[in-house]
T-cell receptor, first 114, second 118 residues
Framework: AQSVTQLGSHVSVSEGALVLLRCNYS??????LFWYVQYPNQGLQLLLK??????LVKGINGFEAEFKKSETSFHLTKPSAHMSDAAEYFCAVRDTGTASKLTFGTGTRLQVTL | DTGVSQDPRHKITKRGQNVTFRCDPISEHNRLYWYRQTLGQGPEFLTYFQNEAQLEKSRLLSDRFSAERPKGSFSTLEIQRTEQGDSAMYLC????????????????FGPGTRLTVL
């Protein structure tokens, strides 16, 4: 079964600092990976997706992620944090079955301080 | 196109009562998914529909849960005889599967229904 592990349930950065949220995957086949963001009491919004076309994926709001097969990682980064980035971030992998359901990590809460 | 909508946004009920949630997917999306998210966890798959057919159910979906998608449009999720352990955010997502979209199946999520069972 495919899975993702997010290291660090809480990350705190200063406004303007680099954001790094970690995600490692486990998959026996080339995975399709996603990062979603969730603001309080809201649903999930897709930030970016990896579909094997390019290892460096650019998403919305200045976020990007790099797929590294050798490290089985898909870490999310943003060069300069903004207060509006404070939210919960989820890494997910698409199931290989016909359902193509998503399996999510436990999430990382990003706090941005002044 | 207003995206995926869910109703109600919040539901408070007493243990033992039945509740029903509704999800309206993005128009012309042929797939519809239900996920459950408990506090501090990521969403977990419950079930999905391809058009009106319910094709897979998670073992998390006990016999007290039932989902329908008549005519392949909106979907309802009913929980009978609610228990305190059912308290969670119920998320609906939709996608369109055809051609290359099948490769990565981008799912669009609604705002969720937060259920509190007292």
């Amino acid at each position: 079964a495919q899975s993702v592990t997010q290291l660090g349930s809480h990350v705190s950065v200063s406004e303007g600092a680099l954001v790094l949220l970690r995600c490692n995957y486990s998959s026996s086949v080339p995975p399709y990976l996603f990062w979603y963001v969730q603001y309080p009491n809201q649903g999930l919004q897709l930030l970016l997706k990896y579909t094997s076309a390019a290892t460096l994926v650019k998403g919305i709001n200045g976020f990007e992620a790099e797929f590294k097969k050798s490290e089985t990682s898909f870490h999310l980064t943003k060069p300069s944090a903004h207060m509006s980035d404070a939210a919960e971030y989820f890494c997910a992998v698409r199931d290989t079955g016909t359902a193509s359901k998503l399996t999510f990590g436990t999430g990382t809460r990003l706090q941005v301080t002044l | 196109d207003t995206g995926v909508s869910q109703d109600p946004r919040h539901k408070i009920t007493k243990r033992g009562q039945n509740v029903t949630f509704r999800c309206d997917p993005i128009s012309e999306h042929n797939r519809l998914y239900w996920y459950r998210q408990t506090l501090g966890q990521g969403p977990e798959f419950l079930t999905y529909f391809q058009n009106e057919a319910q094709l897979e159910k998670s073992r998390l979906l006990s016999d007290r849960f039932s989902a329908e998608r008549p005519k392949g449009s909106f979907s309802t999720l009913e929980i009978q005889r609610t228990e305190q352990g059912d308290s969670a955010m119920y998320l609906c997502a939709s996608s369109h599967i055809s051609g290359r979209a099948l490769v990565y199946n981008e799912q669009f999520f609604g705002p969720g229904t937060r259920l509190t069972v007292l």
